[in-house]
């Protein structure tokens, strides 16, 4: 069942918003979204929290300038997804502004799995390097930073992911580590980099590198710490949505790198119209599918060449990978869904699959989709090595799975070989063998923890619209904000007469919907059946451009008959 929610709002905020010039509209939508002052709206670089109060930032930006001076070889250590592959990029691309220079290593998923492993420290090891620095990953890395001491490498994380009981015994930058106290924790790995460099410059300077005049511009660095925030689904609050919203001028303006230049072009997208959408549908996940299907390298590659022509060429292979993991994930799915069909899903309140022919790079978006479905916390498994399966799962909101796994973790120790993650999104390893087992612990962990009201699948509305606001100045309005994790687009609802409605695309609906005489150009995606007369409709009034004429459009998202 689906239950509609109007989100409630401060009334008094509201109108004061209004008052200060805000949209009443939009004043509303931002009140519901914890919006108080219009200073929390600010989106200009010098909103951006200080680095100060991050742990360990002044530490970590002497030892990398002290590496500089010393012309040590540094290496950075990635993660294989879009986080991974854009804090790798602002590194090096970072480091180099500033006069040093490094290397980079990402782990092949289907070699060495996730993180700083020991086998990865050996690996990285043949380069020689004088320092690691991990990024979007290392927070827990014990046994490979002791590994990485005893090889007398040095050891500099980077990281946003939770920590565990123990942490590794190296210099750590992470804002979610105990006793940091900076103010926002939702930076993403690429965030997380980003505030080391702007750290690493003041030290610079403060070293005599440097002076006000000379200092090099790491906002250039923006548009792919954009990509990254939105990618990583990563909560957008006041400090994320100016990182995002500032690399999103960049784009629009033409001053993106090759790279993302390139990836806009091969989605078929105008980098000129840049939104959040497009980093987190279109290019994030071209990005993506170099670590899910192949090796990050190549994602990283195209972020880092500054040759447009090459750039393309390898954005154009991250476009014919993405089609190939859609084909892949379309497979898994109807395995999915053809499994579930003997099992009574109402009666559970989570669902752990495993199929011994699922693709490892694929299963965390086939967990997605089933937790969307059926709006449980789902769990997918795919065949790792020796005996192992590694899972990926996403969660509702009422339920944190990372704590999930961890309270299974602790009644079984011998159960869960390592796990990690975030309250939405975490993966783990178990032995093949005690999949069943898993299943049955992670099912009554599930059940304590959420209520049968938590099961129910509920879509939050900015409330109704008056007939007199729903034009194209709102849409503009709304298309010209950051939206996303944490901060989502408002939708609104109202009850239409279908005047017309014919099929496009062979698989979405055109609609013209009817309200009090007026008329209103529609579209309904992925749905190729004709619609009832009357509808009540959860909507997003968009802007849409075709021909050069720019209209207003609403995007159906959800609908019932209206009797």
């Known amino acids: 069942m689906v239950k509609i929610i109007p989100r409630p709002y401060p009334e008094a905020i509201a109108n004061t918003l209004a008052d200060a010039g805000l949209h009443p509209v939009l004043a509303r939508v ?27 930032i002044h530490a970590a930006a002497q030892r990398l300038a002290d590496a500089f001076i010393r012309k040590e070889r540094i290496l950075v250590v990635a993660d294989y997804d879009a986080d991974g592959a854009t804090a790798c990029a602002v590194a090096l691309r970072g480091l180099g502004l500033l006069g040093g220079s490094a290397d980079f290593l990402v782990p092949n998923r289907f070699e060495y799995g996730y993180g700083l492993t020991p086998e990865i420290v050996r690996l990285a090891a043949g380069r020689h390097p ?26 500099l994380i980077t990281d946003h992911h939770l920590p565990g009981d123990e942490l590794p015994e190296a210099l ?60 990583d689904v990563v909560r957008l609050d006041d400090n994320n949505r100016i990182l995002v919203e500032q690399g999103l001028r960049r784009m ?39 670590g899910r299907l192949e090796d990050m390298s190549l994602g990283i590659a195209c972020l880092l060449t500054d040759d447009d022509t090459a750039a393309l060429t390898i954005a154009q292979r991250l476009h014919a990978l993405n089609a190939e993991r859609r084909t892949i994930e379309a497979g898994m799915q109807e395995t999915a869904l053809a499994s579930l069909d003997s099992i009574e899903t109402t009666d559970s309140y989570s669902l752990a699959l495993f199929d011994p022919d699922w693709h490892q790079g694929v299963i965390g978006i086939l967990a997605s989709r089933l937790k969307d479905k059926y709006h449980r916390p789902a769990i997918c498994f795919a065949r790792g090595n020796d005996g192992e399966i590694k899972g990926s799962g996403r969660s509702i909101g009422a339920l944190h799975l990372r704590d999930a796994l961890d309270i299974v973790s602790k009644r079984s120790p011998d159960l869960i070989l390592k796990f990690g993650g975030h309250a939405a999104a975490a993966g783990l390893s ?94 309904l995606f992925f749905r190729d059946q004709p619609l009832p007369e009357r509808i009540q409709a959860v909507y997003r009034p968009e802007t849409n451009t075709y021909n050069g004429v720019t209209s207003l459009q609403l995007k159906l998202e959800h609908w019932i008959e209206e009797t």
């Open 430 to 523: 178990i032995r093949e063998a005690d999949f069943a087992r898993f299943a049955t612990q992670f099912e009554q962990t599930v059940q304590g923890l959420l209520s049968p009201g938590d099961l129910s699948k509920v879509i939050e509305i900015d409330g109704e619209l008056p007939l007199q606001t729903l034009n194209l100045e709102l849409a503009q309005a709304l298309d010209g904000q950051v939206w996303g994790q944490g901060f989502p687009a408002p939708s609104f609802s109202g009850v239409f007469r279908v005047a017309q409605q014919r099929v496009v695309g062979e698989k979405h609906l055109k609609l013209r919907l009817e309200m009090s005489g007026q008329l209103f150009e529609s579209i």
């Open 30 to 56: 931002y009140a519901a979204r914890q919006i108080t002052r219009m200073a929390q709206l600010e989106t200009r670089l010098a909103g951006l929290l200080p680095f100060d109060t991050l742990k360990n």
């Open 130 to 155: 004088d320092l690691i620095v991990t990024v979007d990953n290392g927070i827990a890395s014990v046994a490979g930073v002791a590994e990485a001491k005893r090889l007398g490498i040095e050891v």
């Open 252 to 290: 629009r303006a033409g001053r993106s790198c090759a790279g993302i230049r390139a990836l806009f072009q091969a989605a078929g997208r105008d980098p000129a119209r840049a939104s959040a959408f497009d980093l987190g549908f279109m290019v994030g996940p071209r990005l993506n599918a170099a």
């Open 172 to 231: 750590i930058v992470n804002p979610n580590q105990p006793g940091c106290t900076f103010p926002s924790k939702n930076l993403a790995g690429v965030g997380v980099m980003f505030y080391v460099l702007l750290a690493l410059r003041a030290e610079l300077r403060a070293r005599g590198v440097f002076t006000a005049g000379t200092l090099p511009n790491l906002a250039q660095l923006l548009d792919i710490v954009a990509l990254g925030t939105v990618a």
